[in-house]
């Protein structure tokens, strides 16, 4: 497959525009992506969640059905201090009242 970055460039983009409105967003990476794509990011996403909590990694894998290597990425990719996953988590914990983010999803990443 041909990709060219200015197509990665058009989507960010895309995507970042799109971030201005929930509904809209969703509606977006709903044609983008298959129903399984969402579900694969969505648990990426549990992983992360569970590791930004100091929750063992065994417990996560056997929690999601997922294997160790897989919620081991995640860990990895946390360990990345310009990793888009670990700075959203540490402005999830740097800022009292994140924006679009449901409140219990912040008090779970706090505890």
């Known amino acids: 497959m041909i990709e060219d970055s200015s197509w990665r460039r058009e989507l960010y983009a895309l995507l970042k525009i799109a971030g201005k409105d929930a509904d809209l967003l969703k509606d977006v990476l709903n044609d983008l992506l298959t129903p399984e794509e969402i579900s ?21 894998a056997e929690e999601l059905g997922v294997g160790i290597a897989t919620v081991t990425r995640g860990a990895r990719l946390l ?9 959203m988590i540490d402005m999830i914990h740097s800022t009292k009242t994140f924006r679009g983010l449901p409140k219990s999803w912040r008090d779970q990443l706090m505890e």
């Open 40 to 60: 694969v990011l969505a648990q990426r996403w549990q992983i992360v969640k569970g590791l930004a909590q100091n929750r063992p990694q065994r417990e996560i």
């Open 79 to 87: 360990k990345k201090p310009q990793g888009g996953l670990r700075r």
